[in-house]
């Protein structure tokens, strides 16, 4: 990929709709996977749309830590961006935060995932399990079994 024409600069990705994005080439290798493929190493079939957003507005900087423990569910308010916090603040449906943060942790996207996990963990702030429960569907049994793991260490 390396030269000096404005095409050779950008890395094409597919989302999981089969659109193809043209992303610059700094904005793509955020994800260490992405830039794995860009230097020959490895391969990915597809990447969230919402993901590429995000990678091109960092443009290859990452943001600043988030600081923890959180007192409020405004993210800005503990280091994120107010992009960042808003990007976070979008993702409304479980399904879609679940698949994002999935997608963060096998491209390798440090920053989106602690974003993601900082807004799952704003979520579950101050609710009780059952609440938790339902607010991620999560079956009574399968939480008491992860409970017990939890507990036995």
Known sequence: ????????????????????????????????????????KGAVDEVPLP????????DGMPPPEIRKPFQ?????????????????QAVHEQRLLHELTLAAHELGIGCLLDLLCSK??????????????????IGADAATVECRMVSEG
């Open 120 to 137: 799952t963990a704003c979520l579950i702030q101050g609710k009780s399990m059952e609440e938790i429960r339902r607010e991620f569907s």
């Open 1 to 40: 990929m390396a030269g000096s024409s404005a095409s050779e600069d950008l890395v094409r990705l597919r989302s999981a709709e089969g659109e193809v994005f043209a992303v610059p080439r700094r904005a793509a290798c955020m994800s260490t996977v992405v830039r794995g493929i860009v230097d020959g």
């Open 51 to 58: 993901v590429t957003e995000y990678c091109r507005h960092h």
């Open 72 to 88: 409020s569910p405004d993210l800005s308010k503990y280091g994120a961006s107010e992009w960042d916090a808003a990007f976070a």
